[in-house]
C-alpha cells in the first residue's frame, strides 16, 4: 500500500519554518509501517533547503523514505522531480494533522492504516459499496 505522510503538524509539532518536536511514536509507527511493506512518500509543502532538512531529520532517526513528494523511487533515473517540487502525489492513505476531525493518536493512525489495508486484501470477498448500501 501506498501511504503519503505529511511531516510539519504530523510526523512533527508545526513549527514552520522551523522543525518542531517529533509527534509522539510518529517515527516508530512509519518505520513500523515500512517494514510490512508500505510505501512511504513523505508528501509536504517544504520545498528547497527545508525540504532537506525534514528529509534529514527523518533519516537520522532511521526512517527513509520510499519517494518524496513523487511517485517514483527516491533516486530513481525517472523520478522527474527536484527536492524544489512539491506536488501532490497518488497514494491509498494520506497522513495530514489537516485532515477533517484532525490527526488521530499515532496508534490509532497505524491501527486505521492496517485496517484499510486487511479490508482492501478481502475486497475480493465483500460486496460493492453500491451492493451494500442498497442491500443487493
Known amino acids: 500500500m501506498t501511504i503519503a ?3 510539519d503538524g504530523t510526523i512533527v509539532d508545526h513549527k514552520y519554518p522551523d522543525i518542531g518536536k517529533e509527534k ?3 517515527i516508530d509507527t512509519l518505520k513500523q509501517l515500512a517494514a510490512e511493506g508500505n510505501k512511504l512518500i ?5 520545498d528547497g533547503d ?4 525534514a528529509v534529514d531529520y527523518c533519516h537520522k532517526r532511521g526512517l527513509d523514505f520510499y519517494g518524496i513528494n513523487s511517485n517514483r523511487p527516491v ?7 527536484s527536492l524544489s517540487t512539491s506536488v501532490k502525489v497518488v497514494a491509498d492513505v494520506y497522513i ?14 497505524y491501527e486505521m492504516v492496517n485496517g484499510f489495508r486487511m479490508e482492501r486484501r478481502h475486497k475480493k470477498q465483500h460486496k460493492s459499496f453500491w ?3 442498497f442491500g443487493k
Open 50 to 53: 527545508l525540504l532537506q532538512e
Open 75 to 81: 533516486g530513481s533515473l525517472f523520478e522527474g522531480r
Open 131 to 133: 451492493k451494500r448500501l
Open 5 to 7: 505522510v505529511d511531516f
Open 96 to 109: 495530514d494533522d489537516k485532515n477533517l476531525g484532525g490527526l488521530p493518536d499515532w496508534g490509532t493512525i
Open 42 to 46: 513523505l508528501w509536504t509543502s517544504r
Open 24 to 26: 509522539p511514536f510518529a
